[in-house]
């Protein structure tokens, strides 16, 4: 008889468990990540390590090095411990599951640099121009339904007029077909902001996409991307109208 191995089996189960939990929308978001969060289940689900090589071949294109970033939804920090010259550099990370702060303060606890915030990025409070970079990793779905524009208008408020708003994104493809069942069946989360056309198409009235890199590693059905915004300049053209232009192309290596 086949070996039995009970560690997949429970591997694929809380998987299966966390999936649901998110994918019905009954529990808070809150509610879900503490739980996740319990014993590290998180950083054991999704391979935390791979997220953190891939992430810091996101974060080297950039060019200059950013000097103050704001990472929204920094769960536990995976974005954050990709940056390089971490101790030079003023980073604030912002979640809204205590649980999941837990986890990353441990890891900055010597950053005196890294400020771990609880807060939901939809509230959070920031002075105008205060980053270079601005980055959400994997949380684009949690924006909620309705608010996109609010939200977009919050980052290019927050973001430095040369900054980049940098978003990683992940999600199920399975065709066009399975698609549109998937975004009828979702009801925790915003499924349509996380097509590549609606993200962008929400971003454009402040941002426009400067470049995308798509994910090396296979980890079919999800289609994961890195995606380079950068922030549209205001041109005034008249006494009365203003238009929104590209000014300067980014200089990713
Ligand atoms: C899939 S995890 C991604 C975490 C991290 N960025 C990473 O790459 O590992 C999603 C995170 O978004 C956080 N989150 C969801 N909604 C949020 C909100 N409105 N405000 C702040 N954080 C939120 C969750 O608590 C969770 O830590």
Redesign the pocket.
Known sequence: MADINFSKIKKSLNSLQWHFDEMLGIKR??D??NKI?KGNK?EYL?N?SS?VGF?RKVVKKLDPIPTSVL?????????IEALPNLHSTRVVG????RG?LDIAKKKFRDYPSVKLMK??????SFPKSDFDLIS????MR???KGKEKDFVHLVSRWLHRNGVFLI?NSRRSYGPFFDKIYTKLYKGFNTEIIQEKKMVQFLSPEFYLVKKIPLTRNNFPFITAAYYFKKLQIKKTTKHFITRVRVKTFQAA
């Open positions: 978001t809150e879900v990540y969060a998180y999704l935390y997220r992430l990472d929204l939804a920094c769960g536990t920090g995976a974005l912002v979640d809204i599951s999941m807060v939901d990025f939809m509230k959070a959400m990793a994997y949380a949690f924006i909620p990683i």
